[in-house]
């Protein structure tokens, strides 16, 4: 028997019960005891039972469908990321099922499992688990899963160089003779942090390699690190905080610089420089990969889109 293939007459076989009642059990419907429910789920799940909700109606037994799973929408990138992928979709002939997490491990999970059982084509995953066990049953899913801003190894991963483009984000600090560098660290409540790791220790190996001071802060303290009698820059792995800080910045005549050049930037008219990629081209590899399998760089291209806060 093929995994992923099995039917539910032949879970009703194995379980040694009525189709109905796997019926019940795979819909959550009354009429069963927990006990047969959870023999029927596993046996489903060990098999890869996937309910194909549109093989009648479209050719292949393809749904069309391609889930999303992202943290929030809190930091704009998400949303404009969000748009693209949609867009993308749309003139393929694609629809998205969209689902937040809010950076919780067992949500995240769950989401998964819901879109599974939707029997959608491909998953583009923004992760904040992580782990070889976690690698280990995604695979097992036999679903093409594409994973954003954060990596796991063994899946398809796309979006830019982070390490690269910290690096660069310091030497473009640097070039304009600030003599101390802020960095302001995220508060992360999420187990895969490739991303903003990759940026931070990029930033701290750069500062040492030219011997310009540094300090990594949070937030709340970053002003308290802005010394009078030294130029300084900030350095934030988020437009998010560049934007909290921008004022922050101006009064102290520091220097300061963003990640994701998020369109709010450019809605509000606001001075700042920004790391930028080509979230379009992010969101059309990522689909293209989960439609037809062509092969992902990893590397999306970035840019320093240069304002004057620096």
């Known amino acids: 028997m093929t995994k992923g293939n099995i039917s539910t007459t032949e879970i009703a076989r194995i379980c040694g019960v009525s189709q109905g009642t796997v019926d019940r059990a795979l819909n959550d419907r009354k009429g069963i005891s927990p006990k047969t429910k959870e023999m029927i789920l596993r046996v489903a799940r060990e098999y890869g039972y996937r309910p194909n909700i549109h093989a009648s109606t479209i050719a292949g037994g393809k749904s069309h469908l391609i889930g999303v799973v992202i943290f929030d929408l809190n930091n704009p990138y998400f949303s404009d990321m969000l748009m693209s992928i949609e867009a993308y979709c749309t003139s393929l002939g694609y629809s998205t099922v969209v689902m937040f997490t809010d950076k919780d491990h067992e949500k995240e999970i769950e989401c998964i499992q819901s879109l599974y059982y939707m029997a959608v084509d491909g998953i583009i995953l923004c992760p904040a688990n992580s782990g070889s066990a976690y690698e280990k049953y995604l695979l097992s899913l036999n679903v093409p899963i594409v994973t954003l801003g954060?990596?796991?190894?063994?899946i398809p991963y796309v979006g830019i160089d982070n390490a690269s483009a910290s690096r660069d984000a310091v030497a473009h600090v640097l070039k304009k003779g600030y003599k101390k560098l802020i960095y302001v660290k995220p508060a992360l409540k999420q187990?895969?942090?490739?991303?903003?790791?990759q940026r931070l220790d990029a930033f701290i190996a750069?500062?040492?390699n030219e011997k310009a001071?540094?300090?990594v802060t949070d937030l709340?303290?970053?002003e308290k690190e802005l010394d009078a009698d030294t130029p300084c820059a900030i350095i934030c792995p988020t437009d998010i905080y560049a934007i909290q800080l921008l004022s922050i910045a101006k009064k102290h005549s520091a220097g300061i610089i963003g990640f994701d050049n998020i369109r709010l930037i450019e809605?509000?008219?606001?001075?700042?420089?920004s790391i930028a990629h080509n979230v379009p081209?992010?969101?059309?590899?990522a689909v293209d990969h989960?439609?037809?399998g062509t092969p992902i760089d990893c590397s999306v291209p970035h840019q320093i889109i240069v304002r004057g806060s620096v």
């Open 191 to 197: 187990r895969n942090a490739f991303a903003q790791a």
């Open 281 to 285: 081209l992010t969101a059309k590899a």
């Open 213 to 215: 001071a540094y300090v």
């Open 150 to 154: 954060n990596r796991l190894s063994g």
């Open 267 to 273: 809605e509000l008219g606001l001075t700042l420089d």
């Open 206 to 208: 750069v500062c040492e």
């Open 290 to 292: 989960i439609i037809s």
């Open 220 to 222: 709340q303290n970053a």
